[in-house]
């Protein structure tokens, strides 16, 4: 018997070793089956009552000595004018009859039997019967024909089957009693459950992953998706293949995505120019036009945008070279300057210095100050490199600006690159995010979509000023994020200490296999620790023997680090709340709807000389050959979520396989 106090179950008394709940059902079962016996010789006629312990007498010796004889006084009826003979059902009825002799017959004479003239109900002298004679002729005149067994079948068979049905319950609570004894009894800490138990216990009826283990997908509350989900585990372990199914059900909900795509595999699979997707990858020919002047609508905002293009270095050192180009880039914006003016503006000191005269910014590159003026443009043209990257509105493919999609959210948003150009496209596919982030963090109207911000190798970005927002203050606008990326260290490297509140902050989190040194440590404590209470026995000899036991508490992780580093693939731990579940997951792909990377002509980009590499090596030509399946863009439209992932409808391009596997 245990009870509750704060969260722990308090031992008051350990059970024993002995099978507890199936005595406990042999017992209630025998109880209840007396019952409806005794309810059953309750509903018999009068006269089966009294002939009942005869019938039992005579059939238990008649059934095993076949001559066995045993006296037996018979019940009969008589009267004046009538010849005596056996009593039959319909002549009597409950009462009661005196004998001589200060004897009572708990019967009496019915009213028919009264009409037919007999007045007499007495019992004849004892006398001596064969067992199995006198048990054919109660069988045949008393009891209808019914054998004792067939008179006492409906409860004895109903007893029978209701030991049946919670015999195997009682024999698995039983075995689960003896591992507690074995293994040891939760008291205090998370809870781990089997798929099937975790989806009755969290009630989830939010985004889920298809599983190998159940039927139905494993889920996660609706009310937990806008407190946003983590999927951390190594290249290969099937982050993507979980981010798969994410995105297949925001789908065929109609929500709107930002997604973070640096290996192209997303675009290539959910691309849809009919639904007004964006792709933010200048060198890709479907970018629009962008510029950072037309996201202003107050010159204060143009800090927050600078802020996202220059980042602090690392170790925190030459600050003042990253803050001062922030102060004069945004000071900069209050003109309004198209991208080729500010990346003319830049190339040209002279102009910088006649726009700042007479501001507070101008001794930030004063003339005779040479290594600090030369420090802070050096720094302000580091952005002038991604800035030339972007499109002319000339040659954009029409124009785009994250306010404008706030308000709208038509359309998916894709952000694509290269391996090679990633370092160059970093300083503005983290402003793209900060910049989308702060648009969206106002809580939405009713004709406004959810968005979701799906982050894969969050680590491949610059830090992102406004993610730490977006995940410690974004619940109100109730836009989820997914964030996947292979470790702790990597977000400490970019976020410091903030690292660890953000990674606090996510309702679910989702761990795959992690080699990544002290990885499996943490988080083997983020899934935290179990307070277990065994059953030490101890046996000792004697002149008797006997067993001394002892409770022992503990306190241990739920989950060792081993077991996290020695996943294998498509293999997960999840927790929500208190609740954590282990699973497998198939891997799903989906047809190829669209290029990975269309080139934009960009003839200024081009080598002034012939280079030696061969056409082939072209790391874009791989991407060129894979032709988009037009006819599957609408297989999976108007299609269930479930539908969606059913085995029959995966199409896995061979020449994506090498790609995903290395990039997980």
Same mark, same amino acid.
Request: net charge neutral.
């Given at each position: ?45 009068? #006269? ?20 066995? !004889? ?29 004998? =001589? ?8 004479? =019915? ?70 004894? %074995? ?68 789908? *065929? ?14 675009? %290539? ?18 970018? @629009? ?9 107050? /010159? ?7 802020? *996202? ?14 803050? =001062? ?40 590159? +004063? @003339? ?8 802070? #443009? ?10 030339? #990257?972007?499109?002319?509105? *000339? ?20 952000? &694509? ?20 982030? #702060? ?35 974004? /619940? ?11 470790? %702790? ?18 309702? &679910? ?8 040194? !002290? ?21 000792? +000899? ?26 294998? +693939? ?15 997951? @198939? ?24 280079? !030696? ?52």
């Amino acid at each position: 018997m245990v009870k509750t106090t704060w969260g722990r179950k308090e031992t008051i008394i350990w059970p024993r070793h002995m099978p507890t709940y199936t005595y406990s059902i042999v017992f209630g079962v025998a109880v209840l089956t007396f019952l409806a016996v005794c309810i059953r010789i309750h509903l018999a006629e009068p #006269l089966q009552r009294y002939y009942l312990p005869a019938y039992e007498r005579a059939s238990a010796f008649g059934s095993v000595l076949k001559t066995h !004889k045993s006296t037996y006084r018979l019940l009969f009826i008589g009267g004046p004018r009538s010849t005596p003979r056996a009593a039959m059902n319909d002549d009597v009825i409950l009462g009661r009859t005196s004998e =001589s002799g200060g004897q009572t017959i708990p019967l009496e004479l =019915s009213p028919d039997a009264r009409q037919q003239g007999y007045s007499l109900l007495f019992r004849i002298p004892e006398r001596s019967f064969v067992d199995t004679r006198f048990s054919a002729y109660l069988r045949g005149a008393v009891y209808g024909g019914s054998s004792l067994f067939a008179f006492f079948r409906p409860p004895l068979i109903g007893g029978g089957i209701l030991l049946l049905a919670l015999l195997p319950v009682a024999a698995f609570k039983d075995v689960q009693w003896q591992k507690q004894l %074995k293994y040891g009894r939760r008291l205090k800490g998370p809870e781990m459950l089997t798929p099937k138990q975790f989806n009755k216990t969290v009630k989830g009826d939010g985004i889920g992953f298809k599983t190998n283990d159940i039927e139905p997908m494993l889920r996660i509350p609706s009310r937990a998706e806008s407190r946003h989900m983590q999927i951390i585990g190594d290249t290969g372990a099937g982050k993507s293949a979980l981010m798969f199914q994410v995105l297949r059900q925001v789908r *065929s909900r109609g929500d709107a995505a930002i997604v973070y795509d640096p290996a192209r595999e997303f675009v %290539k699979r959910f691309y849809d120019p009919a639904r007004g997707d964006v792709i933010l990858n200048p060198l890709d020919s479907r970018c @629009p036009y962008w510029g950072p002047a037309d996201e202003l609508c107050s /010159r204060s905002e143009a800090k927050a945008l600078a802020a *996202s293009l220059f980042q602090p270095p690392q170790d925190k050192k030459g600050e003042f070279f990253i803050e =001062s180009p922030q102060k004069i880039f945004a000071f900069l914006m209050a003109y309004g300057p198209t991208p080729e003016e500010l990346i003319q503006w830049m190339s040209n000191p002279e102009e910088i210095d006649r726009r700042l005269k007479g501001t507070e910014h101008a001794h930030l590159i +004063d @003339p005779h100050a040479h290594q600090q003026r030369a420090g802070v #443009l050096a720094s302000l043209g580091l952005v002038a490199d991604s800035l030339r #990257l972007l499109p002319k509105s *000339s040659e954009g493919n029409g124009v785009w600006t994250a306010t404008e999609w706030a308000e709208k959210r038509q359309g998916w948003i894709f952000l &694509t690159s290269l391996p090679a150009e990633r370092e160059a496209l970093r300083p503005l596919q983290s402003l793209w995010i900060d910049w989308l982030v #702060l648009r969206l963090l106002n809580e939405p109207t009713e004709a406004q979509r959810r968005v979701w911000f799906v982050i894969d190798e969050l680590a491949s970005l610059q830090k992102l000023p406004q993610l730490h927002t977006a995940i410690t203050e974004a /619940r109100k606008s109730r836009n989820p994020v997914v964030l996947g990326f292979q470790g %702790k260290a990597q977000l400490e490297y970019l976020y410091g200490h903030l690292a660890e509140v953000m990674l606090s902050q996510p309702a &679910t989190s989702v761990w795959l296999t992690t080699k990544e040194p !002290k990885a499996g440590q943490w988080v083997s404590e983020f899934i935290g620790k179990v307070e277990v209470e065994r059953l030490r026995e101890t046996h000792f +000899d004697g002149t008797r023997a006997g067993r001394n036991f002892a409770l022992d508490r503990q306190v241990e992780p739920l989950v060792l680090e081993s077991e996290i580093s020695g996943l294998a +693939d498509l293999h997960a731990f999840m927790k929500y709340q208190n609740y954590v579940t282990r699973f497998s997951f @198939p891997y799903f792909d989906m047809p190829v709807v669209a290029k990975g990377f269309e080139p934009r002509e960009r003839p200024e980009e081009k080598l002034p000389y012939q280079s !030696k590499r061969s056409a082939g090596s072209d790391p874009t030509q791989a991407e060129l050959k894979h032709e988009p399946e037009t006819s599957a863009s609408a297989t999976t439209d108007g299609i269930s979520e479930v539908e969606q992932i059913e085995p029959e409808e995966v199409v896995i391009a061979p020449d994506d396989v090498q790609n995903l596997i290395t990039r997980g």
